[in-house]
Structures are given as structure tokens and as C-alpha cells.
T-cell receptor, first 119, second 110 residues
Framework: DTEVTQTPKHLVMGMTNKKSLKCEQH?????MYWYKQKAKKPPELMFV???????INESVPSRFSPECPNSSLLNLHLHALQPEDSALYLC??????????????????FGNGTRLTVT | AQTVTQSQPEMSVQEAETVTLSCTYD???????LFWYKQPPSRQMILVIR??????QNATENRFSVNFQKAAKSFSLKISDSQLGDAAMYFC???????FGKGTRLSVIA
């Protein structure tokens, strides 16, 4: 069983729709991540939250809007997506990102992902 | 910039045999961690093993071990006594947040 839970598992949406991806962890982790993975490619970092604050945005288009309501939840709001945005979206968490802390390089725990199809 | 290179897009191994997956990386840092993740068809990224750069000793987790050559910036994964359940995509990863190599697809032949 995964300790990072992502919902929904599959999502099909039109280009004019608004939808949200959800991610939840109860491991007490203070860093959370969104990755995008196209077929047969490695995951690519989109966003990083550290202590509920956005710390990294890898120049992601504004049609993707992340939100971290509390330390356990991470959302990705989707609006006006394009067919090329179809991919597997992976959420991950880690202990923290405090430089100098032994936990800085703690491994990421991933969810099972949401398979998104934009029609 | 941090880069991770996996030069073997695909590998295959007979069940019960040993296989080694290669990974090289580039960094200017002296203290860092390296990771191998496995992604089976179920899609979840599963941590296989990690190595702390300041440790001389190679990490081992049951049938999985690494050959870490810091000077050469090489971090290969050895899978011993391969099992059918080992078939998956294997990603080498570095840094925080993680940067992944392109992956090696491992097939296990019964």
C-alpha cells in the first residue's frame, strides 16, 4: 500500500473543463512535489512545496495551478489544458527541505499517480 | 547543472541470474545522495536503494546493491538472483529535488 494517496486514478477532461488532482500523505512530511511523466520518459519536476509554501515552480504554464492547503494535502488545479498535457501526474513527499538537516536528502515517497487524458 | 545519464534503454536477464544497470551523473557538490527507483506497470515509483556520497561503503538492500565510484561519478545497480517481479523501469536519480535519468527497462526471462 502506498503512503501517498492520489485521486482520481484516471481523469478524462475536455480543453474547456476545470478539474483538480488531489494528493494526501500522513507521514508528517513537510515537502511535497508534483511531477509530470510522459509515456516512456522520466518524471519531470513541476512544483515543490516546502512547509506549505511554494518554493520551486519549474516554469510551468499558468493553466496548472498548485495549492497546498495544509501539510498533508497538495492539489493541482487544471484549467484550459491542451492535449499535449495528457500524461501521468505523480505526487511525492519527503521529510523536509531544510538545508543542513540530515533530512534534506531524504528519499521521496511517490503516489500511484493520476493518468490524465485531455481531449 | 545536474545531469543523470543511463546509457542502457533496455536490458534483459534470465531468472535467477545477475544484471547490472549503469548510471553516471554530473555534479559539483561534494555531499549528496543518489537513488535508484523502480517503476513497474502499476506506475508507482518505488525506492530501491540509496547511497550517501560521503560513505565509502556501497549500499546493499537484500538482492540489490550498488557500485558507487565517486571519482568516476558512477552509480550502478546490481540485481542478484533476478525474479520475475523485478521486471520494471529503473530510474537513477540525484539531487533534491530529484533529477531522473532516462531510465532502463528491465525484462526478466523465465
Amino acid at each position: 500500500d502506498t503512503e501517498v494517496t492520489q485521486t482520481p486514478k484516471h481523469l478524462v477532461m475536455g480543453m474547456t473543463n476545470k478539474k483538480s488532482l488531489k494528493c494526501e500523505q500522513h507521514m508528517g512530511h513537510r515537502a511535497m512535489y508534483w511531477y509530470k511523466q510522459k509515456a516512456k520518459k522520466p518524471p519531470e519536476l513541476m512544483f515543490v512545496y516546502s512547509y506549505e509554501k511554494l518554493s520551486i515552480n519549474e516554469s510551468v504554464p499558468s493553466r496548472f495551478s498548485p495549492e497546498c492547503p495544509n501539510s498533508s494535502l497538495l492539489n493541482l488545479h487544471l484549467h484550459a489544458l491542451q492535449p499535449e498535457d495528457s500524461a501521468l501526474y505523480l505526487c511525492a513527499s519527503s521529510r523536509n527541505r531544510d538545508r543542513g538537516s540530515r533530512s534534506y536528502n531524504s528519499p521521496l515517497h511517490f503516489g500511484n499517480g493520476t493518468r490524465l487524458t485531455v481531449t | 547543472a545536474q545531469t543523470v545519464t543511463q546509457s542502457q534503454p533496455e536490458m534483459s536477464v534470465q531468472e535467477a541470474e545477475t544484471v547490472t544497470l549503469s548510471c553516471t551523473y554530473d555534479t559539483s557538490e561534494s555531499d549528496y545522495y543518489l537513488f535508484w527507483y523502480k517503476q513497474p506497470p502499476s506506475r508507482q515509483m518505488i525506492l530501491v536503494i540509496r547511497q550517501e556520497a560521503y560513505k565509502q561503503q556501497n549500499a546493499t538492500e537484500n538482492r540489490f546493491s550498488v557500485n558507487f565510484q565517486k571519482a568516476a561519478k558512477s552509480f550502478s545497480l546490481k540485481i542478484s538472483d533476478s525474479q520475475l517481479g523485478d521486471a520494471a523501469m529503473y530510474f537513477c536519480a540525484y539531487g533534491t529535488p530529484l533529477v531522473f535519468g532516462k531510465g532502463t527497462r528491465l525484462s526478466v526471462i523465465a
